[in-house]
Nanobody
Framework: QVQLVESGGGLVQAGGSLRLSCAASGRTFSIYTMGWFRQAPGKEREFLAAVSRTKTSTYADSVKGRFTISGDNAKNPVYLQMNSLKPEDTAVYYC????????????????WGQGTQVTVSS
């Protein structure tokens, strides 16, 4: 099993920045890709970014250029740097892990964190 714990959420004004962290524990050797998703009230879970063990990253078009994923998912936290935040970025942000190659589909990820709330005020 793999356990994921997110941190770094909070309240920020529009235009501000936040950095989310995701720490993995347990059978981390089985992780190949770490990803970030978010879910706003009444909406489906949305893919944001993913990074593989080989440091290959992929982003959703909606956050490309504003969000950056980084980290070594095998041993160190994976981060999501979020800049130029907008009120529509308000959501619960989730870290996820899979033994497969990067994917934008939530169903491809086997492990999930508990989520961290990000609120962007206008």
């Amino acid at each position: 099993q793999v356990q994921l714990v997110e941190s770094g959420g909070g309240l920020v004004q529009a235009g501000g920045s936040l950095r989310l962290s995701c720490a993995a524990s347990g059978r981390t050797f089985s992780i190949y890709t770490m990803g970030w998703f978010r879910q706003a009230p009444g909406k489906e879970r949305e893919f944001l970014a993913a990074v593989s063990r080989t440091k290959t990253s992929t982003y959703a078009d909606s956050v490309k250029g504003r969000f950056t994923i980084s980290g070594d998912n095998a041993k160190n936290p994976v981060y999501l740097q979020m800049n130029s935040l907008k009120p529509e970025d308000t959501a619960v942000y989730y870290c996820a892990a899979t033994s497969s190659t990067p994917s934008s589909y939530a169903s491809d990820y086997s492990y999930w964190g508990q989520g961290t709330q990000v609120t962007v005020s206008s």
